[in-house]
Structure formats: structure tokens, C-alpha cells
């Protein structure tokens, strides 16, 4: 049987929440589709850190490697700084596994509204690829004259031929593998001619190595106003670490909802595992309650099945989510009163009465 080692970091907050719910769906389709899911939870986080210390032990990264796949919560803690939570845990693992690909899918799902007036679930189907590892936040600057007159900073965006090539690739791979086979590499090239000319560069000569692909530019600013605009013309789109960090939100509302939105952190080369994750935080308003939208976590789940090479199961998964929410079992935040236990069952029941494959 193929068996699938995952590590689970259920985090802080809702975290604790839909990261269960995930795992009760996800051992719902391992029994269904015939194969096995050995799974370790790791109690790291802000508990964790007020009992040790630390967010994650010194040695984590060395205790995740082995696994085949890391499935995330959330981080982030009322009574703790943010960037020390952030660091600590989540940015630790995406930076120490060289986690270099971001990739936020987007649709309407069944069920779900829009706020843009004229589109219905259907329409919107996009990928968003990230890079995940340099760019404009590379971390590379610095302050001097602090307090003075003169005082300077400097915020320097770094590109690499390695960097660049790399996420290129894949996001060219990606598309490659989709039905419409359209990559719009998003750019700010009239306007920063040193990084963003090569980005383009580079953009062109690995699109030579994709014969099947499609591929235009976009400033990221068009890129913007099209999303809104003419959002059923676009597929697959790769973008820098911060435009794609500003198009995946605006991205993520035009879908709906918070609660609905995943996302993979991806070595594509494999050395390391790879991390699976609702985009939204800990939610603290929300926390406790039982009330959280699992939806995010069970996409994510997906795509990690995917990943993992269990591609019916994904599907299948995705189907399961699909029934449920055009059948209105919904969450408070997409305007239903179910609550996650309620959600994950229907799930659960949905992946049971299928057809097997
Ligand atoms: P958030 O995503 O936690 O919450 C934003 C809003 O969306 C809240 O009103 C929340 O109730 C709602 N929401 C989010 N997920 C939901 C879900 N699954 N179901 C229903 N409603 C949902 O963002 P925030 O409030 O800005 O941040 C809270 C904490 O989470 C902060 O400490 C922040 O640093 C952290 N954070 C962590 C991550 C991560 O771990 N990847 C991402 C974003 C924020
Ligand atoms: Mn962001």
C-alpha cells in the first residue's frame, strides 16, 4: 500500500481547529482510495513557545525532513509579537526547506458570491505563482544616519539568474499541464529597468524550453485593473515575491473569502518537504468558537494529495468540497450558519458515498 508521512502543524488559534478537520477528511480518502496516510502532530507554536521558549525546537527542521509533506495551520498569537511568531515557526520552515514556489489557486466555487457583480463560480479560475525566496523582499538594505536630517534607508529588490529561472520554469511547467495552457508573467518593466528587464528576459528564454505554452506580459498595474475587469482572461500567472503578494489578495477577495483560500510552499525540486496551507491566519475573533471555514485547509489538503502523486484522491476531494458547498452547508464567513464540525462531516460524507474509483 502506498503509505504518505506527513507531518501536521495545527499552530495557533483557528489553527487548532481546521487542521483536525483536514486530517478527519483526509483519513476519510485515504480509506476510500487505498492508500495510507502515517501522520505526527507537533504541538509547536505560542503555547509552545510560553512553555519552551521557542516556536519550534532547535532541531525541528532536522525532525521535519523525512516527512513527504508538511500540513500547516497558522501562527500568530494575541499576546506575542507577530514577526517573533512568524519567524519563529512559519518563515523558519518556508526559508530552511528553500520553499522557493508560492502557489495560491483561485476560483468561485459553487455556492459562493463574487463581489464583482458580473462573474458567477466558473468564471474565475486562476494560479498564482509567487516567488517565494528573493525579489523585493529579499531582506537586503539598510539604515544609516538614524534620527538625523540625512537619515537614509534603503530597501534593495534582488534577482537572480538562479531565482528567477527557477520560478519561471515553474510557472511555465504549471501552465503547461492546464486546459487553457496561458501564463501572463506580470512585470514592471517600463518603470524599473534594471530587476524587472531581466525578469522579462529570463521569462523569454524559458518559455522557449515550453513550446505548448502561451505567454504575454502584463504590468502589474494593467494586471490589477484587469483581475476586476476581464478576470475570465486569465489563467496562470507568475509575478514577483511583492506583486504577487498584492495580486493574491486582491486575488482571494474577488473569490469570496478568506476561508476558502490555499496555498502550497513548494521546493519543486524535491530536497525538502513541501508545506501545505490555508492562506488566512489564526483569527483570533473567531478562535474557540468551532466556527472557522475548513474549505481553505480541505483545498490545501488537495493540492498536498496532489503532490504526494495521489491525484484521484485530490480530485475527488475537491468534488467532495464542491457538492457541499453548492448544497449551502456554508460557514458564517461565505453567509451560511454551519458550523466546522458540520462542514467536515458533510465532506466526510460526500468522499464516503462516492463512487469509488
Ligand atoms: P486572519 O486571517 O487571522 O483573520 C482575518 C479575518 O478573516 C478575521 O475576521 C477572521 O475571523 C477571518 N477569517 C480568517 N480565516 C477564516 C476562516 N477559516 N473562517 C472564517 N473566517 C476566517 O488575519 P489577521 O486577523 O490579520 O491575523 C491574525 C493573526 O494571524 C496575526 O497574528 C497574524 O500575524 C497571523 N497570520 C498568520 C498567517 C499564517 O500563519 N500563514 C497568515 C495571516 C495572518
Ligand atoms: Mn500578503
Known sequence: MRRHHIAAIPGDG????????GLEVLMALAERQGFALDVETFPWGSDYYRQTGRMMPEDGLDTLKPFHAIF?????????????????????????????????????????????????????DWVIVRENSEGEYAGHGGRAHRGHPEEIATETAIFTRAGVTRIMRTAFAIAAKRTRKLLTVVTKSNAQKHGMVFWDEIAAEVAAEFPTVTWEKELVDAMAARMVRRPQSIDTVVATNLHADILSDLAGAVAGSLGVAPTANLDPSRRFPSMFEPIHGSAFDIAGKGV??????????AMMLEHLGEAVAAAALITAVEQVCAAGILTADVGGSANTAAVTAAVVAAIKGANAA
Open 14 to 21: 483557528i489553527g487548532q481547529e481546521v487542521i483536525p478537520a
Open 72 to 124: 500547516f495551520g497558522a501562527v500568530g498569537d494575541a499576546h506575542l509579537p507577530d514577526d517573533l511568531t512568524l519567524w519563529g515557526l512559519r518563515l523558519k520552515i518556508c526559508q530552511g526547506f528553500d520553499q522557493y514556489a508560492n502557489i495560491r489557486p483561485t476560483r468561485v466555487l459553487p455556492g459562493l458570491t463574487s463581489p464583482l457583480r458580473e462573474v458567477s463560480p466558473g468564471d474565475i
Open 292 to 301: 472557522a471555514n475548513p474549505v481553505a485547509t480541505f483545498w490545501t489538503a
